[in-house]
């Protein structure tokens, strides 16, 4: 959510943001709040006068009593128990165009930073840079559930019938590698510095509606019936969540965090859900980081956390590209953001394995999280980035690690969470 002032003094601004974001059915709500926040500030201020008119006459009553005219003091009465019925009338209306104003304000995107490209969709993101060599084998790469097949470790077959489509089960030595991963990124980035965290898992919805907008939400949670909460879909829901309505000392800054939660998605949408693979499902693991700062810091912070993420995937052997996220691809809470695209090298092209977003103060302003500065308090702003989103991770680790005879390499960075195992043998080298 933006500043109303944004409203109040730079509409154009407002509305040139809403058009490179090609959201042009929202041009009108900028006139509407502008409009409402006029209405309000008139029913605000008069009832302020009232209250001081109010105040001031209620004084004057003691001393009219005192001095015995008891016929002037019931005047003044009569008067300020009108003051009474009007102040209650206006406070009313202030309550019914103040929420107006919030439920439309919170749907004008965030003002994107003028770094983004402008562009309708993710089509027309932007290549930073490429680290790493996309390698193609000798060998056609099999395709992922092949892999993991080969090494006995997915069962997707009894997952439909406990759970339905999109959701499977990991074996053995394939399952025990998901979990080495993730283990290896939660230290990877406690030897950043970050403070590990486990979050709830499940939400209050006045929190969901705080970290992410309206649409988002429709798309992506699962509400638990017959309660507030809805299953996270990715651990800085709640770790943004962990600050809602607090007043941080400015010492306390910048505060860095890094969660591991299970995620829990609809994945609605054309794409759909995969019948054979594990790319897109409805229930994955992630860890993840979430940093807190000063408006000054944050976009020191954005290039270094995405750089976090691309320094963990180069140390595992996967070639990795960064993508900058153009107008149109971006949820409307973002400022900035960039994916971490991992090279396939079955399908010869990148695929996501993650993204870094810097949300300015939208989400700190939602929630109600401030900074207590020397001068004043302030709306800090907030970060996240994905370090491990598996079975994606695992995806991109099996396609750039498998040899011909379907065995796997493990890295180096990944052995001692493997029990210093070097490779992965097939069920039939067994």
């Known amino acids: 959510m933006i500043d109303i002032r944004l409203i109040r003094e730079e509409r154009e601004l407002v509305k040139e943001n809403i058009k490179k974001k090609f959201q042009d059915k929202k041009l009108p709500l900028v006139d509407e709040i502008y409009e409402l926040d006029i209405k309000y500030r008139e029913a605000k201020n008069e009832a302020d006068n009232l209250r001081a008119e109010k105040n001031a006459k209620s004084n004057s009553i003691g001393q009219l009593m005192r001095e015995g005219k008891k016929e002037e003091a ?10 009474a019925d009007k102040i209650s009338s206006l406070e009313e209306k202030e309550e019914a165009l103040e929420k107006e104003i919030k439920e439309k304000m919170m749907l004008i995107p965030n003002i994107i930073d003028s770094s983004v490209p402008v562009g309708k969709d993710d089509n027309e993101n932007v290549e930073i840079q490429k680290y790493g060599e996309p390698v193609t084998p000798s060998f056609e790469v099999p395709y992922h559930a092949d892999i993991i097949n080969k090494l006995n470790g997915l069962d997707k077959e009894s997952a439909g019938r406990t759970s339905g489509n999109g959701f499977y089960y990991l074996m053995g030595d394939v399952a025990r590698l998901h979990s080495a991963m993730l283990s290896y990124a939660r230290d990877f980035m406690i030897n950043k510095g970050f403070t590990y965290c486990l979050p709830p898992f499940m939400i209050r919805s006045d929190v969901v509606t705080g970290v992410m907008s309206f649409e988002e939400m429709n798309n992506m949670m699962y509400k638990i019936e017959g309660e507030d909460l809805f299953l996270i879909g990715t651990s800085e829901h709640s770790m943004i969540g962990k600050f809602k309505d607090q007043i941080i000392p400015e010492k306390q800054l910048p505060i860095s965090l890094t969660s591991y939660s299970p995620c829990f998605r609809k994945e609605v949408g054309a794409h759909g859900i995969e019948e054979r693979g594990i790319y897109r499902v409805h229930q994955f693991e992630k860890q993840e980081m979430v940093v807190l700062c000063k408006p000054e810091e944050s976009m020191e912070w ?9 320094e963990f995937f180069r140390s595992l052997d996967v070639p990795v590209r960064t993508l900058e996220c153009c107008s149109g691809d971006l949820a409307d809470l973002k400022v900035k953001s960039c994916d971490v695209e991992a090279w396939s090298p079955r399908q010869q092209k990148y695929f996501e394995v993650g993204s ?33 989103a598996t079975p994606r991770g695992l995806i991109a680790f099996l396609e750039n690690n498998v040899n011909e005879d379907g065995t796997v390499n493990i890295p180096v960075a990944l052995r001692p969470y493997m029990g210093n195992v070097e490779k992965l043998i097939t069920k039939e080298s067994k």
């Open 302 to 310: 954005y290039n270094k956390m995405w750089s976090y993420t691309v």
């Open 74 to 83: 019931e005047v003044i009465k009569n008067e300020v128990s009108n003051y």
């Open 356 to 388: 870094c977003s810097t949300l300015g103060d939208a989400q700190a302003r939602r929630l109600g999280i401030r900074t207590k500065g020397e001068k004043s308090n302030y709306y800090l702003h907030t970060l996240n980035n994905t370090v491990l």
